[in-house]
């Protein structure tokens, strides 16, 4: 049940992302074919950050530290691009226009993540 609402809180927090950030888009031909891609963009960058980003985490600590944790934005918008050219490659109706599309996004994703994650109860997401 955890796993369904944090995918559920992904896959919104995509959704509002792509009505903020230009350059990250979502399409589909209908309502439904547009939120089965939110939920499988969802899944993907959901498993992007679970496989990759403590990786990245454990290489990278030396720039994370350097940099005052400033390093975690790129790796952010670069496992949102990762996340894009997944999807594009199993012909999904979702995109990111470059770098700084993908960098703001990601920050804006973070952010309404944690903020619908904050109303929801813990006993709801399995926590």
């Keep these: 049940m955890g796993f ?3 995918l559920a809180i992904t896959a919104v927090a995509l ?6 950030v ?3 888009d979502v399409g589909g031909r209908s309502g439904a074919n547009t939120v089965l891609t939110l939920i499988v963009v969802a899944l993907i960058f959901g498993i992007v950050n679970a496989v990759l ?3 990245i985490r454990v290489i990278g600590c030396v720039f994370y530290l350097l940099t005052l944790g400033l390093f975690a934005l790129v ?3 670069l496992l949102f691009l990762l996340t894009d050219r997944i999807a594009r490659a199993l012909d999904l109706p ?3 226009d470059g770098f700084w599309a993908a960098f703001w996004g990601a920050i804006v994703m973070a952010v309404v993540t944690w903020l619908i994650s904050i109303a929801v109860p813990d006993r709801l997401e399995g926590r």
């Design 53 to 55: 980003k403590p990786v």
């Design 4 to 6: 369904l609402i944090r």
């Design 94 to 96: 979702f995109s990111i």
């Design 75 to 77: 790796v952010n918008a």
């Design 15 to 20: 959704w509002i992302t792509t009505l903020i």
């Design 22 to 24: 230009p350059g990250v």
